[in-house]
């Protein structure tokens, strides 16, 4: 286009000379003039940040600089800077780095963060997401380490792309542990979290409670509560049984090994070198230094200089306990409700076996135990207390009308005859001469009556309203005898050798 070519031609020219007129005269003004670019000079324009960022690949500090310190020096540098041209190719390159994007490729890259710290994700171009996560390892466009952990949590939840997700998985601890940071900012380290709770509670077994204990051991054991027909049917027996028995096989583990159970099951690292943000583009800007961090029971970050040792569990073993427990568990309740179909014999270690048996033995006896203690509200026996109290009220009350009282508190102060001393102070302290058979009900009569007769198949007969009328029975007899006058041997009811006569009076 000739015509365009001459008319840019003229305007600069103008412009020039006009420049030239001005520079003579006393007084100068500045106006603003636009700038007119062809086409092709567009194209070929780069903002003066990215020729300032090429040309400090070519310097002569940057010979000694590694490609990872390179990308750190020039990440920082272009930090802040954002563009508007689009890259509309696509852009596949294994370890991405500024230097190797050409100059529409990174154009593209800064006009693609722009829209992402704007809100505007699109995981379309996989190069351009890893170089924003290696930016962010850095901590570089976020002004805090936890900031960065949101923003990485953030393209792990919203990317499709696996390589990207596999990647911040692999470097999320990594970045925890560079920054002192908890493992819960990242979503996808709560399943490691939870694993190592859960392996925990099972290694401290004596402190934790049955219920806490049990699903910790289902994680390991995947599915065998649901598929077992025992469990189904006795699920608080079950989870009570291999609760007792993994406690008494991770104490003898511990006290035959000196190590913790957990230990059984997977290999606890002491200490291993570790390759901080392994396959990253990564430069350790903090070196060197001297630190530690515990990010989780079985997880802890050691940094001498510039060298990471990391410790932490390992594979699992081949061990198939926490499953024998459950099973051993299975088959000995089989045993003892009599189940028609029972489990084959297993081939767990035979001091295991008795282990579990002896468990068993002990949450029999304990149940046994709870069950005889017990405490059962009869209510039928209610309307007898009832009566037994309005009975109790009415012998406690004094014959006469409220006046007779009234009218009698100044007799009662008044001192007695000296002569009628010893006659006032015996009609005092003179027995009643009610019956005293008044006192008990029938039930409690007869419950007496076997006790003192030594009549144990009527005693047995009441079961468990025994212990119930013997506590009511003695709380009547202490306003007389001032004791308990029944105590028990066992689950046998006596009564107190002091007392016989005493009882026999009150029986008549």
């Known amino acids: 286009m000739p015509e365009l070519d001459e008319l840019i031609a003229s305007l600069r020219e103008r412009v020039r000379t006009r420049s030239t007129s001005e520079n003579k005269a006393e007084d100068k003004v500045y106006d603003d003039e636009k700038i007119i670019f062809t086409a092709d000079q567009l194209r070929s324009f780069r903002p003066p940040e990215l020729r300032e960022m090429r040309r400090m690949a070519q310097s002569k500090e940057s010979i000694r600089w590694s490609e990872s310190r390179l990308f750190y020096e020039q990440a920082r540098f272009m930090e802040d800077f954002e563009d508007d041209r689009p890259y509309e190719g696509s852009v596949d390159i294994y370890f991405p780095t500024y230097q190797r994007l050409s100059e529409d490729q990174l154009r593209g890259y800064f006009t693609w963060r722009a829209a992402v710290r704007k809100g505007v994700f699109d995981d379309s171009c996989t190069t351009f997401c890893f170089i924003l996560i290696y930016e962010i390892l850095h901590n570089i466009g976020v002004e805090t380490p936890e900031e960065g952990a949101r923003l990485l949590n953030s393209i792990w939840n919203a990317t499709g792309k696996p390589s990207v997700k596999a990647r911040i998985a692999e470097w999320a601890a990594d970045y925890c542990a560079y920054y002192g940071l908890e493992l819960s900012h990242f979503d996808v380290l709560r399943p490691r979290q939870s694993f190592e709770s859960d392996l925990r509670c099972i290694s401290d077994c004596s402190q934790r409670p049955d219920s806490d204990l049990y699903e910790a051991m289902k994680t ?14 006795h699920p608080e027996e079950h989870k009570e049984l291999a609760c007792r028995i993994v406690r008494k096989v991770a104490e003898r583990y511990s006290r035959h090994s000196g190590k913790e159970y957990a230990e059984s099951l997977y290999t606890v690292h002491t200490s291993s070198f570790r ?16 630190y530690d961090i515990v990010l989780s029971d079985y997880t802890e970050y050691k940094c001498r200089g510039a060298n990471w040792m990391a410790s932490g569990l390992g594979r699992a073993k081949d061990n198939n306990d926490l499953r024998m427990i459950f099973r051993e568990a299975d088959s000995l309740l089989r045993k003892h409700y009599g189940y028609t179909s029972q489990l084959k014999e297993s081939d767990w270690s035979k001091e295991k076996k008795k282990l579990a048996s002896r468990a068993m033995e002990e949450m029999l006896r304990d149940r046994k135990e709870q069950e005889r203690r017990k405490v059962v509200f009869d209510f039928s026996l209610l309307e007898g207390i009832r009566s037994s109290s309005e009975l109790m009220r009415e012998k406690l009350i004094v014959p006469g009308s409220e006046e007779d009282f009234r009218d009698s508190d100044e007799t009662d102060h008044m001192p007695v005859p000296e002569e009628n001393a010893d006659d006032a102070v015996a009609a005092v302290y003179e027995p009643s001469s009610a019956p005293q058979e008044t006192i008990l009900d029938s039930d409690e009569r007869a419950v007496l009556s076997a006790i003192l007769e030594g009549e144990n198949a009527l005693i047995v007969g009441y079961g468990m309203r025994l212990s119930i009328l013997c506590d009511s029975i003695n709380e009547k007899l202490y306003e007389m005898l001032g004791d308990t006058a029944i105590e028990f041997d066992g689950d046998r009811p006596l009564i107190v050798e002091d007392y016989i006569d005493d009882v026999k009076g009150v029986l008549g």
């Open 275 to 290: 390759n901080m943000f392994r396959n990253a583009v990564f430069f350790d800007y903090k070196a060197p230094r001297m």
């Open 220 to 233: 390991f054991v995947p599915g065998y509560a649901e598929r077992s027909a025992l469990v189904a049917e």
